[in-house]
């Protein structure tokens, strides 16, 4: 990942540098309206490095030493009140299923928010044009714990390319292509995996899946 991520930001800065060189002349020359759109196309791009500085900026490896016992439930809560201010913005319906006992664990709470959050924000993108807009998120315990993220959008369109870093359908400024990628590598982390698939009454299904922490292990914290 880290190759193509360099790629994406010189690729912008040798651009920006150009730009700004033409501005320079631009204005020598007495056309400070053409420099101004090279001012807007400089702006733009500085945009787009602050997005993908933004998405790594949740991936700085903290190592499993920093792990410890996170109830996800309490991982769900804190990325849907997290949120709240996209979500009340549009009449989308939520619905949470978690259960009543704590479904341990064991990780990196924050890192674990921001692939919740990364998911939301995904099917909150998802279902702008839906009639009905509706998310469902649902925590299941067993052997593995399992965090699914369900919405009645239109579906994933390339199920190959998903995870790959930069593969976006969305506008620019509107996404850059990282949040998947950088999710599922979290997850690795943590020793789940993170799998996608379309629903067959429509929408997309994400779903985080990570080992049970033991109850006794927990108990003894
Ligand atoms: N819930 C979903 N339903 C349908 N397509 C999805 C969904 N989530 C992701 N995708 C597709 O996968 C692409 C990649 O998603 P990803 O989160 O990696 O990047 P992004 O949302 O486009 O940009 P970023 O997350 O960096 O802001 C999206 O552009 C979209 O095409
Ligand atoms: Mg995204």
Same mark, same amino acid.
Request: charged share 30%; hydrophobic share 40%.
């Given at each position: 990942m880290s190759a193509a991520v360099s790629h994406e930001l010189n690729q912008p800065l040798a651009a920006m540098k150009t730009y #700004?060189?033409?501005? @320079? #002349? #631009? #204005?020598?020359?007495?056309?400070?309206?053409e420099a101004l759109?090279?001012?807007?196309?400089?702006?733009?791009l500085l945009e787009r490095m602050g997005a993908i500085t933004r998405q790594l900026k949740s991936? /700085?490896?903290?190592?499993?030493?920093?792990?410890?016992?996170?109830?996800? @439930? /309490? /991982?769900?809560?804190t990325a849907l009140a997290l949120m709240e201010p996209q979500l009340k913005t549009r009449a989308v319906n939520i619905i949470r299923t978690l259960p009543n006992e704590p479904v341990m664990i064991m990780g990196d709470r924050l890192r674990l928010e921001q692939?919740?959050?990364n998911l939301l924000r995904n099917a909150l993108d998802a279902t702008k044009m839906a009639a009905n807009p509706t998310i469902e998120i649902l925590l299941v315990a067993g052997d593995t714990v399992s965090i699914q993220i369900r919405d009645n959008g239109d579906g994933i369109e390339n199920l190959d390319e998903l995870f790959e870093p930069f593969y976006t359908t969305k506008q620019p400024g509107d996404g850059v292509g990282l949040g998947l990628a950088i999710s599922s590598g979290i997850v690795n982390d943590l020793g789940g995996r993170l799998t996608a698939r379309n629903a067959v009454d429509g929408g997309a299904i994400f779903e985080v899946q990570l080992p049970t922490l033991e109850q006794d292990v927990a108990a003894a914290e």
């Open positions: #700004l060189a033409g501005a @320079r #002349l #631009l #204005l020598q020359r007495d056309r400070p309206e759109s090279s001012f807007q196309r400089i702006d733009d991936y /700085a490896r903290k190592g499993s030493e920093a792990f410890e016992p996170v109830d996800t @439930r /309490a /991982a769900v809560s692939v919740i959050i």
